[in-house]
């Protein structure tokens, strides 16, 4: 079962602050292996950035076509 949009936007960014932590204390090379995609620290600074540009981009196009079909 999905949890609910408000405990997602509490939980996404704490998640992903937990993942920067553990990277910062267990990888060696803490600030040049954040841009190797397989590591954790990677995607805890991409997660909070996708979402909101995804819920941006839907609520434009959702926007655009109520724009379209009522003009």
């Avoid at 590591?39 to 379209?68: A, D, E």
Wanted: with cysteine; net charge neutral; proline share 8%.
């Amino acid at each position: 079962v999905l949890p609910s949009l408000p405990t997602l936007t509490v939980l996404v960014p704490l998640l992903s602050l937990a993942g920067l932590f553990y990277s910062a204390s267990v990888d060696e090379t803490f600030p040049q292996g954040c841009t190797s995609t397989n590591s954790l620290c990677f995607y805890s600074l991409l997660l909070p950035i996708t979402i909101p540009v995804y819920v941006f981009f839907h609520l434009w196009t959702w926007m655009g076509i109520k724009l379209f079909r009522h003009n």
